[in-house]
């Protein structure tokens, strides 16, 4: 796989009928090893590992519904009280970060709420915050670490 972006970090891997599968370690299950997981992977234990988010905090891959569609997000983040801190967009390594995406997580947002957003494709990251009283986001330069 594609080096990216992250820190080197360690993954269970195991192949079974002619797959490669890497262990998520927040799901509890080894899943198919595709580009995007592969990015995916790495942005969670980015997020635990130097963001210090506690694992019983984080949620991936979970249906929404959106304008009655149902969707899909890739990573969120909870506050301890439940609300949502921040939701994580991840592409393939393969996959240009557009415009395209940026309008997919915002309409996530729409339902989510979260004070936190970032895209990445493990090659490039991309990092806001969300100002609800004054209807204005901020890009930053990286997701702020879990504060306990």
């Known amino acids: 796989m594609q080096k990216l972006n992250f820190p080197s970090y360690t993954f269970r891997l195991k192949n079974s ?6 262990f998520d370690e927040i799901r509890k299950k080894f899943v198919v ?5 592969w990015v995916r992977q790495h942005c969670i234990k980015f997020l635990i ?13 979970k249906t929404l519904i959106l304008n ?7 990573i969120v983040i909870f506050n301890p009280d439940g609300s949502i801190f921040l ?3 991840c592409k393939s390594y393969k996959i240009k970060i557009t415009q395209d995406t940026f ?7 729409m339902a989510l709420n979260a004070k936190y957003l970032m895209i990445t494709n493990g090659l ?3 990092s806001c915050f969300i100002d ?3 209807k204005s986001y901020a890009f930053l330069k990286e997701i702020p670490k879990f504060i306990r």
């Open 17 to 22: 009928e002619n797959n490669t599968l890497i």
């Open 33 to 37: 090893l595709q580009p995007e997981e």
């Open 49 to 61: 590992e130097e963001k210090n988010y506690p694992t019983s905090l984080i949620n991936v891959e």
């Open 68 to 74: 009655g569609l149902r969707k899909r997000y890739d």
């Open 87 to 89: 939701i994580v967009e």
């Open 103 to 109: 309008d997919q997580i915002a309409r996530y947002n």
């Open 124 to 126: 490039e990251h991309f």
């Open 132 to 134: 609800f009283k004054k």
